[in-house]
């Protein structure tokens, strides 16, 4: 079926959603440690809710159609979209949801929550009705959840928030206002990451390895505490060393791979400060702290031609 022909533009309503870095603290924070992240509007999600004539569509780069014929990949937010249309009171028809995304999926920059995030916003929009985070963020877990299968919470919380996050489970987030300017380049190995399988291999080795698993998340979560210190007093030599400390921990666990150690390394080598796996590892993302804006635009030059996929440079400021 054509989903442009069934189209009747008389009432359109939309909501985005930005992306989201780890800085610090992924894996230790889906078991009780903290971590920090930082919103990355550089690429986001627009939903866009459109009244039409038969059921409820969906319109994505992963599929188009039918919503109750959509792809397994998408349970997760169409348990979300189900859920939403039922609080809002909004019958189960005559809808097509047109989703547009310019973050990479399944490369720990938090694609499937800024999805969640994007289209629940745009449905209480369509309802007319005014919302809370603290909803949205109920609903987009539903799929987080199938995503994810044991999320922290933390990427649909960054993803809601205007400033960098602390973040540990259970308790109240905290934001945190860097000491001064930080310049990084995010680079994507090109390979995808699958989120769930990461975080079960890090589950499994509680199970297998408790000794090891255990002390490794306990050293990620101090490093963390000092990575919130260098940002707020000590600066960026001292996060430059963190963030490298950080990823000795992440391999120590299995969870980079070649692919992200590779341009890691070469980060390093042309003169990051620090260079760690950003996410849930296994591919992605990584994330290189440059010694300034300039050498932030070289390094990005320098990773685009040794390979990475995508590069983006960008800055976390003291606003
Ligand atoms: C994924 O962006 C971060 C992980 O720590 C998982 C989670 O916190 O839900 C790997």
Redesign the pocket.
């Known amino acids: 079926m054509s989903l442009e022909k069934v189209t009747i533009p008389e009432k359109t309503a939309t909501g985005v959603a930005h992306s ?1 870095l ?1 800085l610090v ?6 078991h009780g440690q903290p ?1 920090i992240s930082i919103p990355f509007p550089l690429i986001g999600v627009e939903s866009v809710v459109e009244r039409v004539q038969g059921g409820v569509y969906l319109d994505s780069s992963f599929y188009a159609g039918p919503m109750e014929s959509a792809p397994k990949i998408l349970t997760g937010i169409v348990h979300t979209i189900k859920q939403t249309l039922k609080l809002l009171h909004i019958p189960y028809e005559n809808l097509l949801i047109r989703i547009h995304s310019s973050i990479p999926p399944g490369k ?1 920059l ?1 694609s499937s929550a800024s999805v969640e995030i994007a289209v629940v916003k745009s449905l209480f929009t369509f309802s007319e009705k005014p919302y809370t985070n603290e909803q949205v963020l109920q609903l987009a877990n539903i799929s ?1 959840t199938y995503a ?1 299968g ?6 649909s919380l960054t993803i809601t928030s205007p400033s960098p996050i602390w973040y540990r489970k259970e308790q109240p987030i905290d934001y945190i206002t860097p000491n001064g300017d930080f310049y990084f380049v995010v680079a994507d190995t090109g390979r995808k990451a699958d ?1 769930r399988t ?2 079960d291999m890090v589950t499994g080795l509680i199970k297998t390895a408790p000794k090891k698993a255990y002390g490794t998340l306990e050293r990620i979560g101090e490093i963390t505490y000092q990575v919130r210190e260098a940002l707020e007093k000590s600066g960026k030599q001292v996060l430059g060393f963190l963030l490298n400390e950080a990823q000795k921990e992440l391999e120590s666990i299995g ?1 980079s791979d070649k692919s992200l150690n590779r341009l890691i390394y070469f980060a390093r080598q042309e003169g990051a400060l620090g260079a760690k796996l950003t ?3 296994h591919g992605g993302c990584m994330i290189a702290l440059a010694q300034n804006e300039a050498h932030a635009m070289l390094l990005s030059e320098k990773l685009k031609q040794f390979g990475a996929h995508d590069v983006w440079p960008f800055a976390l400021k003291n606003e």
Do not use: F, R
């Open positions: 989201k780890i603290g992924e894996h230790a924070v889906v971590a720990g938090g987080e994810h044991a999320p922290s919470g933390i990427d989120t990461a975080v969870v996410g849930a590892g």
